[in-house]
């Protein structure tokens, strides 16, 4: 209950021919506020590297509360979460992003500094 954003890092698989990261996003944020503002410099961060931002997502459930367990779980105590999907194992083009040379380092230089300009700009 004390952490100030949960941030669970994944690698997509879906169809072999979706490519880009995604960024799984609480649906309170879905019209704005913090969430909006961590979503903005997560896509300025990816391209920043040469990467493609596909989409922020907002999904919910039947409820209308978040879909994904870990968005919902952060919400219910208050909570920022966000899951980030950099890219999608199963696309040869996307692959580069994982398996490249320095790739690890580099995926997570750019969450690293997105979470630190983040705090930069906002309380916690």
């Known amino acids: 209950a004390d952490a100030d954003m949960i941030f669970s890092v994944h690698h997509n698989a879906v169809n072999g021919k979706t490519a880009g990261a995604e960024l799984l996003a609480q649906v309170y944020y879905e019209n704005g506020g913090n969430g909006a503002d961590f979503a903005e410099i997560y896509q300025e961060k990816i391209e920043d590297i040469g990467h493609t931002m596909r989409r922020t997502v907002y999904k919910k459930n039947e409820s209308g ?7 919902r779980a952060a919400a219910n105590i208050g909570c920022l979460a966000f899951i980030s999907e950099f890219c999608f194992l199963d696309n040869p083009e ?7 040379e ?7 230089e750019m969450l690293f500094d997105t979470i630190m300009e983040y705090f930069e700009n906002h309380e916690y």
């Open 65 to 71: 509360k978040d879909y994904y367990f870990v968005l």
């Open 102 to 108: 320095d790739a690890v380092e580099r995926e997570a």
């Open 94 to 100: 996307d692959q580069i992003w994982v398996f490249g």
